[in-house]
């Protein structure tokens, strides 16, 4: 359904959108397919948006040369996908010249950039979460954790993309990551959670300030290994919509969670304008807030895309202009899943550089998108050039369809030393 009204019939929309990863390309996807975009650039973009949009060769930390050319190019909107450029400011310097970005100011990101900050401001609101301490000094944050019972959830306070959090089963396994986390050049302050057990979903909602659209709910999947096994990564792969999230589940988490984030951060003067996205824990049919991030989450944007059923620009435009209205929103009455495929050694130093073969194939299946995450060109050849490399989404009419599309896919695609987990889905088809 596309969301054209009167006041944007003359738009024909030159659109910037900032990153480089799977979510970008998913986003770039589903812009093109808006009858208001009339041209769509991409900083920097990777192999797969080029094949759609046009790359741009500025790094998504460069804002002031972003914001240059956003001027030069009389960009309609910027559309911010990665967390690191949100926390520099890039929005504020946007607005500030008159520019249309959707995305949250400098201070409203920091409701992803701190963890004190999100915990906080959690704790003021009566916003569900887990009990925490904050650490600023190594031998505190030790002492704390010799004295007290494991589990422990460890986080540290700033932005690491999608990594700074260790679970820890054992007291030695806490000492190991807070030395980690607390010494050397980037040393930081930690904040040290109780861990909470039940089965973990992703809340995504786009809000103007006031407003709030909530998106379909999703499943991510963090460890790299089947199980729920081994190191937190960025995210291994996702499926929408997670049944875990009932109508009445949805109506608690927005009354209790997202409503109240959105008007804390108007309380406290930082208008949150963008995507909030709540990392959720559902313990006994009940949600607890894990984490907060302040933009569309990779690779939980994959199959949310790939299933609505909306015009995705006209809804964040209005959004950066201040007038979203509260309404739902039409999505597919069908499955999605996003299984990722990532290089040899990830989420620790990877191997990059291996030739990608299959994705023609993958795509022949009209069911089938895979997203460019970590890919680049060399010597004519697509090669691998970061940890997560691939997303390759599918859809189904049921998740057992889509589930056995996405691994189909997987299956056709290679490169040496490629990993992924088998269990992605699992969850929801065992609700069947």
Partial sequence: MTIINRTQEHYFMKVLVIGSGGREHALVWKLRQSPLIKKIYVAPGNPGTAAIAENVPIAALDVARLK????????????????????????????????????????AASLEAS????????????????????????????????????WFVIKADGLAAGKGVVICRTTDEAITALNLMMTGPEA?????????????????????????????????HKTIFDGDKGPNTGGMGAYSPARIVTPALEQEIMQTIIRPAINAMHSEYNPFCGVIYAGLMIINGRPKTLEFNARFGDPETQPILMRLDEDLAGLLLLAAQGRLRERPLHWKDNASVCVVMAAEGYPGEVIKGAEITGIGAAESD????????????????????????????AQGRDQRAAVDAAYTAVEKIHFKGAQFRRDIGKKALERD
């Fill in 68 to 107: 240059d050319f956003a001027v030069k190019n009389s960009i309609t909107l910027t559309v911010v996908g990665p967390e690191a450029p949100l926390a520099l400011g890039i929005c504020d310097l946007f607005r500030t010249n008159r520019l249309a970005i959707f995305g949250p100011s400098k201070k």
């Fill in 115 to 150: 963890k004190v900050f999100a915990k906080s401001l959690m704790i003021k609101y009566g916003i569900p979460t887990a009990d925490y301490r904050t650490f600023e000094t190594l031998d505190d944050a030790l002492r704390h954790v010799k004295q007290t019972k494991p």
């Fill in 188 to 220: 930081g302050r930690v904040v040290i959670e109780e861990f909470l057990e039940g089965e973990e979903a992703s809340f995504l909602a786009i809000t103007d300030g006031k407003a709030i659209v909530p998106l379909a709910p999703a499943q991510d």
């Fill in 366 to 393: 009209e069911n089938v998108k895979v997203f460019h995450a970590g890919t680049a060109m060399k010597d004519g050849r697509l090669v691998t050039a970061g940890g997560r490399v691939l997303g390759v989404t």
